[in-house]
């Protein structure tokens, strides 16, 4: 059972910075891609993912505010979040999906989430 466990979110202030992260109980160097979305206000986006290969997309929400890394070592995945804004204000979830056979049916896993409030 692979199971992705976020931590890190909490309250900051305006202009502030939080730094979450994403354990994940398999081998990150085994999924195709994994993500942090966020979610509020029944909207659901992407924040920023990373590929297997390194790729990193981000949605312009978060462009130049927002850094994603992983240390495979610890399989974790992090989220820098710099100079933030009460629209930031979400419950974060860690996202991963990986193919799973040769016909390339893939499988995917969310996290609980982490919630993250800014103050204005």
């Known amino acids: 059972q692979v199971q992705l466990t976020e931590s890190g979110g909490g309250l900051v202030q305006t202009g502030g910075s939080l730094r979450l992260s994403c354990v994940i109980s398999?081998?990150?160097?085994?999924?195709?891609?994994i993500a942090w979305y966020r979610q509020s206000h029944g909207k659901h986006e992407l924040v920023e993912k990373i590929t297997k290969g390194g790729n990193i997309n981000y949605a312009d929400s978060a462009k130049g505010r927002s850094t994603i890394s992983r240390d495979v070592v610890k399989n974790t995945v992090f989220l820098q979040m710099n100079d933030m804004k009460p629209e930031d204000t979400a419950l974060y979830l860690c996202?991963?999906?990986?193919?799973?056979?040769?016909?390339?049916?893939?499988?995917?896993?969310w996290g609980q989430g982490t919630q993250v409030t800014v103050s204005s």
């Open positions: 996202y991963a999906v990986r193919t799973v056979n040769v016909e390339g049916a893939t499988r995917d896993y």
């Open positions: 398999r081998n990150i160097r085994g999924y195709d891609v």
